[in-house]
């Protein structure tokens, strides 16, 4: 019998891991045709390494070096190894507050995904949510986009608004954001899996 194409994802986050989780629940539904091979976090207290070890999942705190708001060269080095090891065919960012370099992204050409809380190019950043709230806008939403060396540039790949309400205060309109962020990041990496790979099977997982 021919079983679907599994593909391997390997997560970032530096956060409470919802995105991760609606990931890996897809995956388990047979939403997703993959499996999460490895998670990584440059915050050893990071909720997603947590939300990954209760579901059996390997995942682990590597850290981040010298810099604030980036990898050092050795920490993507380290980043660059793991993924390789699990042999990961995509690089999922979820909620990685991290900026990866050429040398990551080198590795894994067009294979990094990323999903940010604002109809990008609007907002990129931190706090995108308050910053549309401080703005005014009406509408805002949620961009899942490949990863280029800019920040929270990229190919989008899919993007969902979300009404921004008078009585809005960050936190409810993060809330909403995030309800959309978990069907519309597992959706769409769903669909960058068949549109990439296609019917082209992948090794062992393709037969049984
Ligand atoms: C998400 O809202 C994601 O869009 C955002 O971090 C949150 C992580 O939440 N990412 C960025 O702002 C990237 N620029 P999670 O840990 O619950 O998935």
Same mark, same amino acid.
């Given at each position: 019998?021919?079983r679907?194409t $599994?593909f391997? &994802? /390997?997560v *970032?986050?530096s956060?409470k891991?919802?995105?991760?989780?609606?990931?890996?629940?897809?995956?388990? !539904? /047979?939403?997703?045709?993959?499996?999460i091979?490895?998670?990584?976090?440059? *915050?050893?207290?990071?909720g997603i =390494?947590?939300?990954?070890?209760?579901?059996?999942?390997?995942?682990e705190? =590597?850290?981040? #070096?010298?810099?604030?708001? +980036?990898?050092?060269e050795? @920490?993507?080095?380290a980043?660059?190894? /793991?993924? $390789?090891?699990a042999?990961?065919d995509?690089?999922? =960012?979820a /909620?990685f507050m +991290?900026?990866?370099?050429?040398?990551? =992204?080198?590795?894994?050409? #067009?294979?990094?995904v990323?999903?940010h809380p604002? &109809?990008l190019? !609007?907002?990129?950043? &931190? %706090?995108?949510?308050? $910053?549309? &709230?401080?703005? #005014?806008v009406?509408?805002?939403?949620?961009?899942?986009?490949?990863?280029? @060396?800019?920040v929270d540039?990229?190919?989008?790949?899919?993007q969902?608004?979300?009404?921004?309400?008078?009585?809005?205060?960050? %936190?409810t309109?993060?809330?909403?954001?995030q309800?959309?962020?978990?069907r519309?990041?597992p959706?769409?990496?769903a669909?960058?899996?068949?549109d990439t790979? #296609?019917?082209?099977?992948?090794g062992?997982?393709?037969?049984?």
């Amino acid at each position: 019998m021919t079983r679907a194409t $599994q593909f391997k &994802l /390997g997560v *970032l986050g530096s956060g409470k891991g919802s995105n991760f989780v609606a990931i890996a629940d897809a995956c388990a !539904a /047979g939403r997703v045709p993959a499996t999460i091979e490895l998670v990584l976090s440059d *915050l050893p207290e990071a909720g997603i =390494l947590d939300r990954a070890r209760e579901r059996g999942i390997r995942a682990e705190h =590597l850290a981040p #070096g010298r810099y604030r708001t +980036r990898l050092d060269e050795a @920490a993507e080095r380290a980043y660059v190894a /793991g993924l $390789q090891e699990a042999g990961v065919d995509l690089v999922v =960012l979820a /909620g990685f507050m +991290r900026i990866l370099k050429g040398d990551f =992204l080198g590795a894994f050409p #067009g294979r990094v995904v990323n999903i940010h809380p604002s &109809l990008l190019p !609007a907002f990129p950043g &931190l %706090e995108a949510w308050k $910053q549309a &709230l401080d703005h #005014g806008v009406k509408v805002t939403g949620v961009t899942v986009h490949l990863v280029d @060396a800019g920040v929270d540039t990229g190919p989008i790949l899919a993007q969902a608004p979300v009404l921004v309400r008078d009585d809005d205060t960050p %936190e409810t309109l993060h809330a909403r954001i995030q309800e959309v962020e978990h069907r519309l990041y597992p959706a769409t990496i769903a669909r960058w899996l068949t549109d990439t790979f #296609g019917a082209c099977a992948r090794g062992p997982n393709l037969e049984e």
